[in-house]
């Protein structure tokens, strides 16, 4: 096993917190369902629709936790190998910069160092989904009106990383981004 992954199983090694959902709860059966789905090599199309008669934020909160917990423990076997001075800019390759912007500290998107802009990136984000006015975890408590458009801001984020990611250090093949270009995804192309 390599050092960056003897880290990451390192007992005493501080990572953040998984979100988990309460045994018993819907949210928690929702996340067991996608996890089943995702796990028995079912069609990934079928896999991510909404399952009838459940609510649509709900499926949506589940994901967004999920995706969030596990490009948490990506980024975190990968952090130490890109320092400020190894990863200068947040980028996309060489044509893209992303600045960060949280409104708060930052009110105007200023450029910063990859690893500065994942750290504050994931402490907005731990703090989207563990208050309790945006992703409510008690039944009954509605989802604010502004919901699915921080989702939409939370997914943004984690996808730029988990793409600049995949392609910084080729572990997907061109092809199969193909579709992300043609905005169209083929019948065929469903993997």
Not at 35 to 62: F, I, R, Y
Not at 145 to 158: H, T
Not at 161 to 178: A, C, G, P, Q, S
Request: net charge positive; aromatic share 12%; hydrophobic share 35%.
């Amino acid at each position: 096993m390599s050092i960056a992954l003897k880290q990451v199983f390192n007992k005493d090694k501080t990572f953040r917190p998984k979100r988990k959902f309460e045994p018993g709860t819907q949210r928690f059966e929702l996340h067991k369902r996608a996890q089943a789905s995702l796990n028995s090599g079912v069609d990934l199309k079928a896999a991510v629709q909404l399952p009838s008669g459940e609510d649509q934020n709900d499926w949506v909160a589940v994901h967004v936790v999920d995706f969030f917990n596990r490009i948490n423990l990506i980024y975190g076997t990968i952090c130490e190998f890109c320092t400020e001075r190894t990863c200068p800019v947040m980028s996309g390759g060489p044509k893209y910069e992303y600045r960060w912007q949280d409104d708060l500290k930052y009110k105007k998107p200023t450029a910063l160092p990859a690893p500065q802009y994942m750290n504050f990136l994931m402490d907005w984000i731990e703090v989207q989904i563990n208050n309790e006015d945006i992703f409510p975890t008690s039944v009954g408590v509605p989802f604010p009106k502004n919901f699915l458009q921080i989702c939409k801001k939370i997914l943004c984020r984690l996808f730029r990383h988990f793409y600049y990611f995949v392609t910084e250090l080729n572990l997907i093949d061109r092809k199969e981004l193909e579709p992300l270009v043609s905005n169209k995804i083929k019948p065929n192309m469903v993997r």
